[in-house]
């Protein structure tokens, strides 16, 4: 059973740039694919990026794409999302989530889950 526990987050101005953290605990981190999703108030939650248990290969929304970058260090079971030229269109609940084995752009894919920090981004 592996717990994720999110730091980071907060509010900034159109343009700058924030460091989401997921601190992994529990089980076998090295093991798990994760990945990063969020929500906003009333909408279904989407994906936003993804990273596999050896941190080779990434994927991400195409609506992030060159602006935000997923890593993980697995010596300190630790994953980032690095959040750079942001919008206003990324404001909303991020969520790590982690599942054994291969890493999915599906959350219901996912067994484990952090409980969500908030990011708003205003103009």
């Known amino acids: 059973q592996v717990q994720l526990v999110q730091s980071g987050g907060g509010s900034v101005q159109v343009g700058g740039s924030l460091t989401l953290s997921c601190a992994a605990s529990?089980?076998?981190?090295?093991?798990?694919?994760m990945g990063w999703f969020r929500q906003v108030t009333g909408a279904e939650r989407e994906f936003v990026a993804a990273?596999?248990?050896?941190?080779?290969?990434?994927l991400y929304d195409d609506s992030v794409k060159g602006r935000f970058t997923v890593s993980r260090d697995n010596s300190k079971n630790t994953g980032l999302l690095q959040m750079n030229s942001l919008k206003p269109e990324d404001t909303g609940i991020y969520y790590c989530?982690?599942?054994?084995?291969?890493?999915?752009?599906?959350?219901?894919?996912?067994?484990?889950w952090g409980q969500g920090t908030q990011v708003t981004v205003s103009s």
């Open positions: 989530a982690a599942r054994e084995g291969y890493y999915s752009t599906y959350d219901g894919d996912f067994n484990y």
């Open positions: 529990g089980g076998d981190f090295s093991d798990c694919g």
């Open positions: 990273i596999s248990r050896t941190g080779r290969d990434t």
